[in-house]
């Protein structure tokens, strides 16, 4: 997906978050492939493995079998149909995660040619809060903010200034 650039903000961001929440002696469970972010945070001393590839609305023995003490999900959740079940499954205490926001005046992204580069989902941040709060999870801290795209156009001067990603960092609610 990155071959020739990653998106370096949007990594910015979410590692100066992630690092603001965790500490590098936690284990991390990071859903989805072994990716660019990935190596990004075990430089900076996290332990870190990936789910396989699965398709996590059908299988979710990785997520059962995992001791991790924290997992993040990192632009995943909108590529699923029913991120209820993996956010329930989920043993681990901690979690932090982001998704990018449904913008207002763009449809939801769409690959032609790879089916698992699509979103089902994008969401509104407080849609994203109540699948939080509805699958036992406390949002303890969270952020919005934009992506400019460096081309020329109405949609990109919105997306100057107009919140593209959110990212929350939530602990499993006391039973």
Do not use: C
Not at 87 to 113: C, D, H, M, N
């Amino acid at each position: 997906m990155y071959e020739r650039q990653y998106p370096k903000k949007r990594y910015q961001k979410t590692l100066s978050f992630l690092q603001k929440h965790i500490p590098p002696n936690e284990t991390i469970l990071d859903l989805g492939v072994e990716n660019p972010f990935t190596h990004i945070m075990r430089e900076h001393g996290y332990s870190v493995d990936n789910t396989g590839g699965e398709d996590l609305d059908l299988d979710l023995s990785s997520i059962q079998a995992s001791d991790a003490s924290v997992v993040t999900a990192f632009e995943i959740f909108e590529h699923l149909l029913a991120p209820f079940n993996v956010l329930k499954e989920i043993k681990a205490g901690k979690l932090v995660a982001s998704v990018p926001l449904r913008l207002w005046f763009s449809t939801a992204y769409q690959s032609r040619t790879d089916e698992w580069d699509r979103h089902f989902h994008e969401f509104e941040a407080w849609q994203f809060d109540w699948l939080l709060r509805k699958t036992g999870w406390d949002i303890i801290d969270s952020q919005q903010w934009a992506h400019p795209v460096n081309k020329i156009g109405i949609r990109p001067l919105l997306r100057q200034f107009t919140p593209r990603y959110y990212i929350v960092y939530a602990e499993r609610s006391a039973l």
